[in-house]
């Protein structure tokens, strides 16, 4: 890919890439805006198929978390980190201890947390060689059921605008991916009277909520032609793209993966066929809200910050408001939303501190 051409176009202000030899460490750093403060986002493990698909994620990713830490209110830019390799196999102390050396080479222009494939164990290694590292098991924590909590909340705001009322008693749930957000949004579906209906790539996670909660397991690709209510995309980004926006037969699309739209042109075709998308980096905002907890006076607080989460709610009835005053569909509304704010806050003189 021509990497220049892309953060140029899409206003990124850096790119790091890492490499340790005795590790076997390839990470790449990407830092999208900092007007806002710090650029706050995980860090990421997986076996993709190439470099190029790499930098594509955590180029996307990054920028998804300057406009998610906007929408939540939060004083902090967006950034992300991916480590080229599988979680399940490639780990190692040596790794995690070379990844916080580069992400301490920065600053404190990036701060790193968890995300898919890694763990809050993780980040305790990372926190050994950099202070920039968010999400620890002494504090915070493993985001992901704050995560969950958050879309289940804008889960109930989507019902809300679609069928009058927000309870989700009875309606049908597809969930595509069972991992630690999925499993937890799960929990809560099934504590509201849901039907569930499952998919993973890693069997064992589908059968644990079928066991749990009565859910119907389906293939990975059977997902998207699922009849519901709700799907909710839980896993990896893009899945509504050319060959899946067309077999959705469901009302809602409302789910915790990032960048869940492959394409801007798959949202407008989800406008012309009646389906309401909750914009992915307003309704999986719960995560950044309970670790950027930490860096209130005092430290953490689970009471606090699960009472922010909890306001998904309105944040996500507020980009239905600006879709119905602009006209335009909910994922330019909720880049309206997140825009408005930084906007606001760039205008501010700037006053020397010596």
Known sequence: MEIFDYVSEHGHEQVVFCYDRASGLRAIIAIHDTTLGPGLGGCRMWPYKNEDEAILD???????MTYKNSVMGLNLGGGKAVIIGDPRRDKSEQMFRAFGRFVATLGGRYITAEDVGTSSADMAIVRYETRYVAGLPDSSGDPSPATAFGVFRGMKACAKRVFGEESLKGRTVAIQGMGHVGY??????????AHLVVSDIFEDRAARAVAEFGATRVDPDDIYGVECDIF?????????NDDTVDRFKCRIIAGAANNQLAKPVHG???TERGILYAPDFVINGGGVINVADEFEPGGYSRNRAYARVAQIYDKVTRVFEISDRDGIPTYKAAQVMAEERMSRLSGLRRIYVG
């Open 184 to 193: 937890h949004l799960a929990r809560h579906l099934h504590d509201d009277g």
């Open 232 to 240: 909710a995309p839980c896993a990896l980004g893009a899945v509504v």
């Open 58 to 64: 955590v180029l996307r990713l990054s920028e998804g």
């Open 268 to 270: 407008d075709r989800l």
